[in-house]
Nanobody
Framework: VQLQASGGGLVQAGDSLRLSCVAS??????YGWFRQAPGKEREFVAA????????TYQDSVKGRFTISRDNRDNTLYLQMNMLRPEDTAVYYC?????????????????WGQGTQLTVSS
């Protein structure tokens, strides 16, 4: 199983950016995005079931971030709008092999390598 994340960068507050993550190796039940800021614990951002439209978001990103996927090429996305300096972090994609939608990072089975997002004020 491989997860390859990309799309991070340096942006200004208020900008938009889309992260991508190509997943390969097997089928998955749930996919999610997490982030880790310097000196902080890794935190949940968003998750979705691979099939169907059920999604969940961290409160601070609701209305600004959208999680999605393209089933044709197994690519996961995190569209981020109205970015804030506090969104600065390394962002990770992760997947579960079952269909339990959860925000618990310890319950995800496979992880991508992370991509850095820096939002300047």
């Amino acid at each position: 199983v491989q997860l390859q994340a990309s799309g991070g960068g340096l942006v200004q507050a208020g900008d938009s950016l889309r992260l991508s993550c190509v997943a390969s190796g097997r089928t998955f039940g749930v996919y999610g995005w997490f982030r880790q800021a310097p000196g902080k614990e890794r935190e949940f951002v968003a998750a979705s079931k691979w099939r169907g439209d059920r999604k969940t978001y961290q409160d601070s990103v609701k209305g600004r971030f959208t999680i999605s996927r393209d089933n044709r090429d197994n690519t996961l996305y995190l569209q981020m709008n109205m970015l804030r300096p506090e969104d600065t972090a390394v962002y990770y994609c992760a997947v579960r092999v079952d269909y339990i939608l959860t925000s618990s990072s310890s319950s995800y089975h496979y992880w991508g390598q992370g991509t850095q997002l820096t939002v300047s004020s």
